[in-house]
């Protein structure tokens, strides 16, 4: 069973940034693919971002494609979502997961692990 502990959230003005990260609790976790959802209230959660388990594949949703990056330490078990030029409607818990087989998904379905989430707040 993995472990997942996102960090990093807070409220920031539109335009700032913030950086996630989800760290695991075991160093498989270095031949895992990482997800990253969000959840709006009121709303389901939606795919954020993907990365592959070496950290050369990655997805993005449209809505943040050019503004958000990921990356990973798997020295560190750890995935980064880095989050520049925030919006009010980026404003979500973000949670990171994690799929075993190490393909990067935008299916939330094709994950196995799921973090408790962090909460991003963006104040225009």
């Known amino acids: 069973q993995v472990q997942l502990v996102e960090s990093g959230g807070g409220l920031v003005q539109a335009g700032g940034s913030l950086r996630l990260s989800c760290a695991a609790s075991?160093?498989?976790?270095?031949?895992?693919?990482v997800g990253w959802f969000r959840q709006a209230p009121g709303k389901e959660r939606a795919f954020v971002g993907a990365i592959g388990r070496s950290g050369g594949t990655t997805y993005y949703a449209d809505s943040v494609k050019g503004r958000f990056t990921l990356s990973r330490d798997n020295a560190k078990n750890t995935v980064y979502l880095q989050m520049n030029s925030l919006k009010p409607e980026d404003t979500a818990v973000y949670y990171c997961?994690?799929?075993?087989?190490?393909?990067?998904?935008?299916?939330?379905?094709?994950?196995?692990?799921w973090g408790q989430g962090t909460q991003v707040t963006v104040s225009s």
């Open positions: 997961a994690a799929e075993r087989t190490g393909w990067a998904s935008r299916a939330r379905g094709a994950y196995d692990y």
């Open positions: 075991e160093r498989t976790f270095s031949t895992y693919a």
